[in-house]
Nanobody, 128 residues
């Protein structure tokens, strides 16, 4: 089992909601930025949202702003992504990842290259 394990993906109609979870078996990442990325078929992996180590700062990509919410619970070593008003364009494999390059960073990074730990992903499919 990996250090990050996602769950909660599935098939949903456009306009519907899903809640993704990502759990780590230990508190390894409690002092680091966590983020969600996604990769659609035939496309590169892209940044979705990230959250600072204490949850005080979040950064969203424009296309999900106002529809998605990232939450972390360090007491449970867990990260969540609440996705509302889903669109067909949101269809992708969603990955959680940890940026361990900066201890207790206040500003989450959007850069994929900064994230060194990844889960295996969970499929989200939005039908029209």
């Amino acid at each position: 089992q990996g250090l990050l394990v996602e769950s909660g993906g599935g098939l949903v109609q456009a306009g519907g909601s899903l809640r993704l979870s990502c759990v780590a078996p230990t508190d390894t990442f409690k002092n680091y930025v966590l983020g969600w990325f996604r990769q659609a078929p035939g496309k590169e992996r892209e940044f979705v949202v990230a959250i600072s180590w204490n949850g005080g700062r979040t950064v969203y990509t424009d296309s999900v702003q106002g529809r998605f919410t990232i939450i972390r619970d360090n007491s449970k070593n867990a990260l969540y992504l609440q996705m509302n008003n889903l669109e067909v364009e949101d269809t992708a494999v969603y990955y959680c990842a940890a940026d361990v390059t900066r201890f207790r960073a206040q500003v989450p990074s959007r850069e994929l290259r900064n994230y060194g730990y990844w889960g295996k992903g969970t499929q989200v499919t939005v039908s029209s």
